[in-house]
C-alpha cells in the first residue's frame, strides 16, 4: 500500500503535492509532476514541484500515485427530501468523497419532487450545511415527474438548477417532449432524459433474451430503449434543443447517437458503470442487488459501451447511485426494486477497463471529469491553474475487496459486494479541504 503521507507544518492555506504523477483527462497531460494549492484554487503545478515546496506550505508526499481532478457523478439518487431511510445528502457526500467524486448531481426523483424553486433552493442550502462535497441540482423537467405538464424551467435555471430530466421515468408524450425541448432551448439548458418506451418496457424486470426465459422473469427489450433514443433524436433535429441521453445500455441506442453527432446535432450520452462492467449473466441466481433500470443487457452490449467509450461517442461514465433499503430489495426478484448504489465504487470498477488495457487511463477519466464539467458548464474536471482544487490521489494497484458492510452509503445495495478490485482512492480534497484520507475517521 503507497499511501500518501503529510509532513506536519503550521497551519497554513498553502499545500503541495509532491512526487506526483499528474494526470489532466482534458488535455491528456500525464508526467510526473508536484501541484501548489493555495485559496482553495491550483495555483501552480508542473515538474519544477516535483520535490520542490515553498517554504511554510503544508506537503503531502503521493509517493507516484496519480494526482487527478475529483469525478463528477452526473447521475445521483438520493432519498432527500422525504425518504432520508434510503439516504440522505450527507450521507451521499461521505460515500461521494471516499470514492474519489467530488461534484455529484442529484436527480428531482424525492417527496416531494424537485419540481419547484423552494425545493432547488432546499438542496442548495441542506447541501451547504451537510454535504462535505460539491452538491448541484438537476429538476424536474415535467411536474412531479408524470410526462405531462411542463416546470418553469426558466425560474429553475435561474434558482440553480443546472439541467432537466425526467429522473428515472421516460416521457412518452411526443407534444410535450417537442415542448420540453422548444422551451429549454430559449433559456439554454440541457434536457437529459431515461430513454426506455414505457408501453414497450411494461413489466418486464430485466433484459428479454435467453437468460430472461430461463430464469422465468419478463424480459424488456433493448428496442424499448433505442426507438426512444430514435424518437428523442428526431425531435431534437426538429428543435434545435440540448438533449443528453442519460444512460444508454445496448448497441442500437451508440447508432442512434453516432448518427445524431455525425449531423452535427446537439446530442451525448451517458452510460453508468453497471453497464459498462456488468451483464445479465451477473444476475445469477436471482440477486436483487443487480435489479438496474435500465436492466443489465448481453455481453455484446457491454462490449458495445466500452467500445463506444474508446471511440469517444459514448460522453459520460455516471454511478446512476440508487439507493434502496433493506426490505425493498429482500423481495423475490421480479417484485424487487430498481437501483444500486454505486458511488463509493464508481472509480474502481471504471478502473477494471483500465487494468484490462480495454482504454487509457486520461480518456476513461476524462468522461468522469473533463467531459461532464464541460457538458453542465461546471468549473472543475481540469488540472490547469485556477482551477478549483477539487482533486483526488489514487494508487492504481492497490487490491481491496468491497464489503457492504464498510460502505458510507446508508443504503448497503451495492451490486459490486465481495467483488475484488483495483485501485484505491487515497485523499479527497474538495475547494483544497481534504474532506477524505483513507485510513482516518470521518467526520
Not at 81 to 97: F, I, M, N
Not at 310 to 322: K, P, Y
Request: with cysteine; charged share 20%; proline share 5%.
Amino acid at each position: 500500500m503507497r499511501k500518501p503521507i503529510s509532513t506536519a507544518m503550521p497551519s497554513t492555506d498553502t499545500t503541495v503535492f509532491i512526487n506526483a504523477r499528474l494526470v489532466d483527462p482534458g488535455s491528456g497531460f500525464d508526467q510526473p509532476g508536484g501541484l501548489l494549492v493555495k485559496d482553495n484554487v491550483i495555483a501552480d503545478l508542473g515538474e519544477h514541484l516535483r520535490r520542490n515546496a515553498p517554504a511554510g506550505a503544508t506537503v503531502v508526499d503521493c509517493r507516484n500515485n496519480v494526482l487527478c481532478p475529483g469525478l463528477i457523478d452526473a447521475r445521483v439518487f438520493t432519498g432527500e427530501p422525504g425518504q432520508e431511510h434510503r439516504e440522505t445528502l450527507k450521507t451521499a457526500s461521505h460515500a461521494a468523497a471516499a470514492g474519489g467524486v467530488t461534484t455529484i448531481v442529484v436527480m428531482p426523483d424525492t417527496t416531494p419532487v424537485i419540481d419547484q424553486v423552494a425545493l432547488v433552493d432546499f438542496i442548495q442550502r441542506r447541501a451547504r450545511d451537510n454535504a462535505i462535497v460539491n452538491v448541484h441540482v438537476m429538476a424536474a423537467m415535467t411536474r412531479d415527474l408524470k410526462g405531462e405538464d411542463m416546470t418553469e424551467i426558466g425560474l429553475l435555471k435561474r434558482a440553480g438548477a443546472i439541467a432537466f430530466t425526467n429522473g428515472k421515468s421516460s416521457v412518452a408524450n411526443s407534444r410535450t417532449m417537442r415542448q420540453v425541448l422548444n422551451y429549454a432551448k430559449d433559456f439554454g439548458a440541457l434536457i437529459v432524459h431515461h430513454t426506455e418506451d414505457p408501453w414497450l418496457t411494461g413489466t418486464g424486470v430485466m433484459n428479454s433474451g435467453e437468460v430472461s426465459t430461463r430464469l422465468g422473469l419478463p424480459g424488456v427489450h433493448k428496442l424499448a430503449e433505442a426507438m426512444m433514443v430514435e424518437r428523442d433524436v428526431r425531435l431534437v433535429e426538429m428543435t434545435g434543443g440540448s438533449y443528453h441521453a442519460a444512460s444508454i445500455t445496448c448497441a442500437e441506442s451508440l447508432a442512434v447517437i453516432s448518427a445524431a453527432k455525425a449531423k452535427g446535432l446537439p446530442v451525448s450520452c451517458g452510460v453508468s458503470i453497471n453497464h459498462l462492467t456488468l451483464n445479465e449473466n451477473d444476475i445469477g441466481p436471482y440477486r436483487t442487488f443487480l435489479k438496474v433500470r435500465p436492466p443489465l443487457r448481453t455481453e455484446a452490449d457491454r462490449e458495445a459501451m466500452v467500445a463506444g467509450l474508446v471511440a469517444g461517442e459514448i460522453d459520460l461514465i455516471v454511478s446512476s447511485h440508487d439507493p434502496q433499503d433493506v426490505d425493498v430489495k429482500r423481495q423475490p426478484f421480479a417484485e424487487a426494486g430498481d437501483g444500486a448504489i454505486g458511488l463509493e465504487t464508481l472509480l474502481a470498477a471504471a478502473l477494471r477497463l483500465y487494468h484490462g488495457e480495454h482504454i487509457g487511463l486520461a480518456p476513461l477519466l476524462r468522461a468522469m471529469t473533463a467531459n461532464p464539467a464541460k457538458l453542465l458548464g461546471l468549473p472543475g474536471g481540469r488540472l490547469e491553474k485556477g482551477a478549483p482544487a477539487d482533486l483526488i490521489v489514487v494508487d492504481l494497484g492497490q487490491p481491496w475487496v468491497v464489503d457492504k458492510a464498510q460502505l458510507r452509503s446508508r443504503s448497503k445495495n451495492s451490486p459490486f459486494d465481495e467483488s475484488k478490485m483495483q485501485g484505491r482512492v487515497l485523499r479527497t480534497l474538495v475547494a483544497g479541504e481534504t474532506v477524505y484520507e483513507y485510513g482516518q475517521v470521518q467526520r
